[in-house]
Nanobody, 124 residues
């Protein structure tokens, strides 16, 4: 039913790694860029990063740069978020979203379609 479906969340120890997936089962969002956002309890939703769809250009927020990596498989219509060296402050609900220009955007308002989110909890 949802346009985008996230999976792969769970509990991980600090310093550990986790990989999230974002699928578009209906294949209705061709050429849309894919963004990853997150929202921690009591905090504003924030951009994690994004990837263009036709190309391979990526953007990462400073807070995750060098630790998180976004990739995609156009044939499978799926985008991934590889999270490494996880920290307590990475705990949040992670959302995948799609933006129509295909180029990506830093602004959540530009993303028209969203997944339901998947919980990532970093705890010792």
């Amino acid at each position: 039913q949802a346009q985008l479906v996230e999976s792969g969340g769970g509990l991980v120890q600090p310093g550990g790694s986790l990989s999230l997936s974002c699928a578009n089962p209906g294949r209705t969002l061709s050429d849309y860029s894919r963004g990853w956002f997150r929202q921690a309890p009591g905090k504003e939703r924030e951009l994690v990063g994004y990837i263009s769809w036709r190309g391979t250009a990526t953007y990462y927020a400073d807070s995750v740069k060098g630790r998180f990596f976004i990739s995609k498989d156009n044939a499978k219509n799926t985008v991934f978020l590889q999270m490494n060296n996880l920290k307590y402050e990475d705990t949040a609900v992670y959302y995948c979203a799609a933006e129509s220009s295909g180029l990506g955007s830093k602004w959540s308002e530009d993303y028209a379609y969203w997944g339901q989110g998947t919980q990532v909890t970093v705890s010792s």
